[in-house]
């Protein structure tokens, strides 16, 4: 068959050539593109993380899997991703604003973050497998929804521990902050970060402003310093922290995000942030104890009637922050 000449008016039936060449290209595209929910996925067969061997495609899928577990915990809030173009290996990227071609599917939230472009949001599954397709490896979001963003609607604790520690000494923190909130009648949720520690998630009405939500998370973080030193520090910085667990209350300023729940991280061996029940915190062997290799065991788990969603609770419990409440921590009543 004769080659017609790209600038051919006639358009030219597509017949198949049987050249070596083309019988490759179409076995490399068939190797390196995959389709999750309908959506190409480029480089599928990438390695993202050399530890684990898990390519691109191994990740798309798991987002398409955990979906109904992740996007409620995505949807109306202010995302921002740690993309990874290059895999682990390679420059992460932090991106909390969409500055130049939007990514398909996601959400633009103007004008919430004054002088600048648009905030994202990933609301659907198909802004989800869209931005994994962009080799965002984690996502993280804000501790307010979109519909009332100057309200949180939650407060977290992240738990930082010295490395130097055993994951026991992690586990008691979470059960004494667990025990200081109940103690001012909030009930608390823990999940693990999917690195080295814990999350501590309170859930808010919300009501109470930013900072006067911060301020509480301060005194809550300064009361456990100050009750059992020898186990917190309240104070950021790697020379406050040996031997102990850091509160880092930060999170919950305006602008500030935490990990999502069911979220992927961007470390070697992919560990993933997990709620948990707080009588499974026992069991648990640390920050990573699920990982891409172990999560579909515990995705399956949700789905079982008996066992269920740890967090079914999370929706229902209705409490609020005050500054009145703050005073009273401070002043070492409660
Ligand atoms: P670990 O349990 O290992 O501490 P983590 O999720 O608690 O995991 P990090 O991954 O260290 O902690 O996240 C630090 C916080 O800083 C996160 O809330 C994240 O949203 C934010 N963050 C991370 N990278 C950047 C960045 N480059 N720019 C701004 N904020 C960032
Ligand atoms: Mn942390």
Request: glycine residues 8%; positive net charge; proline residues 7%.
């Amino acid at each position: 068959m004769v080659e017609t000449p790209a600038t051919a008016q006639t358009p030219v039936p597509r017949t198949p050539r049987a050249s070596p060449r083309s019988a490759r290209a179409r076995e490399r595209r068939a190797s390196t593109t995959g389709e999750v929910a309908g959506i190409a996925i480029t480089s599928a067969r990438r390695i993202i993380d050399v530890a684990s061997g898990i390519r691109k495609l191994d990740l798309v899928r798991y987002y398409a899997r955990a979906a109904p577990w992740l996007l409620p915990h995505l949807r109306d809030r202010p995302v921002s991703l740690v993309r990874a173009p290059q895999g682990l290996a390679g420059e992460l990227f932090f991106q909390r604003h969409i500055t130049r071609a939007p990514i398909p599917g996601v959400s633009l939230y103007e004008d919430l973050d004054p002088g600048h472009p648009p905030l994202i949001g990933v609301d659907s599954l198909d802004a989800l497998i869209h931005v994994a397709q962009m080799d965002a490896i984690e996502l993280h979001t804000w501790n307010a929804r979109v519909t009332a963003i100057e309200l949180p609607d939650r407060v977290v604790f992240d738990l930082d521990p010295d490395p130097v520690l055993g994951w026991e000494r992690v586990i008691e923190a979470a059960e004494l902050t667990r025990t200081v909130l109940g103690d001012l009648g909030l009930e608390a949720f823990c999940k693990t970060s999917g690195g080295k520690g814990l999350h501590i998630v309170v859930p808010l009405v919300p009501g109470a402003s930013w900072d006067d939500t911060k301020a509480f998370a301060r005194a809550v973080a300064q009361r456990l310093a100050s009750g059992w030193p020898t186990q917190f520090t309240a104070t950021a910085g790697v020379e406050h922290r040996k031997k102990k667990i850091f509160v880092d209350y930060l999170r919950n300023v305006r602008g500030a995000s935490t990990a999502v729940a069911y979220g992927v991280r961007a470390r070697p061996g992919m560990g993933v942030s997990v709620p948990i029940a707080w009588e499974e915190l026992a069991q648990t062997t640390g920050g990573a104890h699920w990982t891409l290799a172990n999560i579909d065991a515990r995705l399956k788990q949700l789905n079982r009637p008996k066992r269920g969603d740890p967090w079914a609770r999370y929706a229902q419990v209705r409490q609020t922050v005050s500054s009145e409440l703050t005073l009273r921590l401070e002043e070492g009543g409660a």
